[in-house]
């Protein structure tokens, strides 16, 4: 059975081959953290955070107009969200 945790050092010398994998980029991760005044790993450790948060949709407070919205817009099974925004921005913007 894997354990619910691991150990800080098992991450931290996993990120540092993530890091050292991705080569050019880390640099660039680096320089971006130093502009900011964090530090890189405070930044992955952030942005890990955000993605498993376990918020959902129920959770935010709607707006009472949000709310009587909500569920009255039926979209067809195919439809490309991305391809279709994309031709109406490019419509509107071009």
Known sequence: MKPDYYPSEMIDRILRKLIH???????????YANVKGRSLSDIVENYLK????EDTVE???????????KG???????LDYKKELSKRLSEKYL
């Not at 955000?50 to 948060?53: E, V, Y």
């Not at 009255?72 to 195919?78: G, L, M, N, Q, R």
């Open 72 to 78: 009255t817009f039926k979209a067809s099974k195919d």
């Open 21 to 31: 994998g991705i080569g050019l980029e880390a640099k660039k991760a680096k320089k």
């Open 50 to 53: 955000a993605i498993t948060t």
């Open 59 to 69: 959770s935010i407070d709607l707006t009472p107009i949000v709310k009587s919205l």
